[in-house]
């Protein structure tokens, strides 16, 4: 792989010269688009919303409608199969704030990617050193760098930044793959993340060499395929970064969501889920991660004793992150899971990726069902369990009761005891959309 952050932004480049040319602007993936309505452009043409985001990639003049829907999008792609040129308008959409936000100087959209990561890197960091000993973070998070495996594995197990704040949802992937018998590498973290934090203020250059580092990882592996627990990383990684950087028809490795990984070995994952769960489940899902919600419900429903129940919900978005140009929306989506699984009588409400359960989980004690991960319904039924320190923490809501719980990680990575404070309330605590008083929440519909 010889790819520099030069030739990534020059393949970039290359790929919206392809799309402005093969773009016959019929709308219709505006069409499908729940964005328009939920950002308060539902009455503009789907044409013109979609003649406007080629105007923007062209440099020209464009309507302030199109601006708002290239800048909410959420990712929840109903657009890809809609269009019939082939062209994907998720990836379109980026590429149209990426020219929006090239609008900034290159200082302040540099600034504002450095901010972005150092933020994220230090509640990674904290949070994560909260929560897990040396020698069981070391296994989550090995170091960024490190020497070529001298066996290819199966798989890379890539983490992304942020599962390491709800560590036990990544132990308990590990201890499936280790139970379907597979071979693999973990990377993760901040020293391998996929760029994005810098790409979406546009600072392409710096989002391009972090990709570029954590793929070169990857690559030198020799593992065929990437197995991605973040939808945000799989989309940067899979139709941002891999396409640029890999030659046509050739990708250096396939990159798939975990969980359509284990439904696509179903029949090893039935056979090792054997133990009865008997609970009424429903999820808190997002349709924008490509075949994740129904892998996940796959798998749910062969769990001996579990009942599955679909709350026929009709969601934007791929992960609640995915939701932050639309906060309204995103706590209105919150709300609406939380009351139709009471009225389902549901006994668990499971979130299906990180970023929700750090929020969802902190709702428990409002509703009456457990709130937790579906990696811990698959994990009950092969006989493994991993305490889920991150919602048992934040549910305590005081900072020096949590500080006092996590004692003895926090003297054995050598934290302070205010920096583990500042850690609980800035980057756990702080971090609530949807108010926990049930009596705050908006008034939503059924």
Request: charged share 25%; proline share 6%.
């Amino acid at each position: 792989m010889r790819a520099t952050a030069e030739s990534f932004i020059a393949d970039l480049d290359r790929r919206i010269d392809g799309i402005v040319d093969a773009c016959t602007v019929c709308g219709k993936c505006a069409e499908v688009c729940p964005t328009p309505a939920i950002a308060g452009i539902g009455d503009s043409a789907p044409e013109a919303l979609a003649g406007g985001v080629i105007d923007i990639l062209k440099g020209e003049t464009h309507t302030p409608e199109a601006e708002i829907w290239a800048r909410k999008c959420c990712g929840t792609g109903r657009c890809i199969d809609a269009c019939p040129e082939g062209i994907n308008p998720r990836f379109m959409l980026t590429m149209a704030r990426r020219r929006l936000n090239e609008l900034n100087a290159p200082e302040m959209r540099k600034a504002e990617g450095r901010e972005k990561f150092q933020a994220m890197s230090q509640g990674v960091r904290m949070l994560s050193r909260l929560q897990m000993p040396v020698d069981v973070l070391a296994r989550l998070n090995p170091p960024a760098k490190r020497a070529k495996p001298a066996q290819a594995p199966d798989l890379v197990f890539y983490t992304g930044c942020n599962l390491l704040k709800t560590p036990h949802i990544g132990l308990m992937c590990l201890d499936v793959l280790d139970k379907l018998g597979a071979t693999y590498e973990v990377y993760g973290g901040p020293g391998n993340c996929c760029g994005v934090l810098q790409f979406r203020p546009g600072d392409t250059e710096n989002a391009g060499r972090q990709a570029l580092t954590t793929i070169q990882r990857f690559h030198e592996t020799g593992a065929s395929e990437v197995l991605a627990w973040c939808p945000t990383c799989q989309i940067q990684f899979g139709e941002i970064a891999l396409p640029s950087v890999s030659p046509p028809g050739e990708p250096l490795f396939d990159i798939n969501m975990f969980p359509v990984y284990m439904a696509r070995r179903f029949d090893d994952m039935k056979r090792l889920m054997m133990r009865p769960v008997n609970k009424k489940v429903a999820l808190f899902e997002f349709p924008g991660s490509r075949g994740v919600t129904e892998a996940v419900q796959k798998l749910l429903k062969a769990i001996p004793g579990l009942e599955f129940v679909d709350l026929e919900i009709d969601q934007a978005g791929y992960q609640m992150s995915a939701l932050e140009t639309m906060p309204e929306y995103r706590e209105s989506s919150i709300a609406r899971v939380l009351k139709k699984a009471e009225a389902a009588g549901v006994t668990a409400l499971c979130s299906v990726f990180h970023a929700d359960h750090r929020e969802i989980s902190s709702h428990e004690a409002a509703w009456p069902f457990e709130i937790v991960n579906y990696m811990d319904l698959i994990g009950e039924s092969m006989g493994i369990r991993r305490d889920d320190l991150f919602k048992r923490l934040k549910g305590m809501q005081d900072v020096d009761a949590i500080v006092a719980d996590a004692a003895d990680t926090i003297a054995e990575h050598g934290m302070s005891l205010d920096e583990a404070r500042d850690a609980v309330m800035t980057f756990m605590l702080s971090e609530q959309f949807l108010p926990r008083d049930r009596e705050r929440h908006p008034n939503v519909a059924d």
